[in-house]
């Protein structure tokens, strides 16, 4: 996580990391106020409409932005496997977007959306994509963790940011720093555990455990 958010800074965003922070308080207390403010039940129906709208608007901002990644990305040279689920994940996604619409060399593939489907990524099923990060080159090489960053920003511009994890010893501590960060990214994210979520994604499926499975054959 440390380094994946140290890299997303130095590319740059141009804002001051107290004052952002400042801000959201703000955001976060104002947006309490208001709720605690309204005991007028239209006043909280239209509050809820509001925050339907900007929901609906948000999902509707977000397929286009697929839809304009696919026009863009035709010619790919990798695909990014991303967790569209995970708010932080986003932010990084985010930055590689605006620099693809220059570049438009990555493919950029939702595993958290329901079409998802590894006959179309090199193998790489919903479980294992959740695990780590995975990315496909345009010849079918599957490359994951560090190496996997370092060749998504190469492909728009920014090799330099990961040019220095080829080597040792940062190769090493890069690894073990992003490791970390993979295995606990749910608590830190606040989300379920992996576990949790796939056994809710088989539910939504209508799949059945192979271990729940195999306990019944032997019950008969």
Avoid at 30 to 54: E, Y
Avoid at 58 to 68: D, L, P, V, Y
């Amino acid at each position: 996580m440390a380094l994946r958010v140290a890299a997303s800074y130095v590319v740059g965003r141009g804002r001051n990391p107290r004052l952002v922070f400042l801000s959201s308080r703000l955001n976060i207390q104002n947006f309490a106020s208001s709720l605690h403010g309204m005991s007028n039940p239209n006043q909280t129906k239209a509050f809820k409409h509001r925050i339907r709208a900007i929901n609906t608007e948000a999902a509707a901002e977000k397929k286009f932005s697929e839809k304009h990644d696919d026009r863009l990305s035709e010619d790919w040279k990798i695909k990014m496997l991303y967790d569209g689920e995970c708010p932080l994940c986003m932010r990084e996604v985010d930055m590689l977007r605006k620099r693809n619409k220059v570049y438009g060399t990555i493919k950029f593939i939702d595993i958290s959306s329901k079409e998802y489907t590894a006959e179309e990524n090199q193998g790489v099923d919903y479980e294992t994509a959740m695990g780590k990060i995975h990315a496909i080159l345009s010849d079918g090489t599957v490359v994951t963790n560090v190496e996997a960053f370092r060749k998504l920003y190469e492909e728009v511009g920014l090799g330099w940011v990961y040019a220095i994890t080829k080597y040792e010893p940062v190769a090493t501590i890069a690894s073990a720093v992003y490791g970390v960060w993979a295995k606990y990214r749910m608590q830190v994210t606040g989300r379920p555990s992996l576990e949790d979520i796939f056994e809710a994604r088989r539910k939504n499926r209508g799949e059945v455990c192979e271990v729940c499975r195999d306990s019944k054959s032997w019950d008969n």
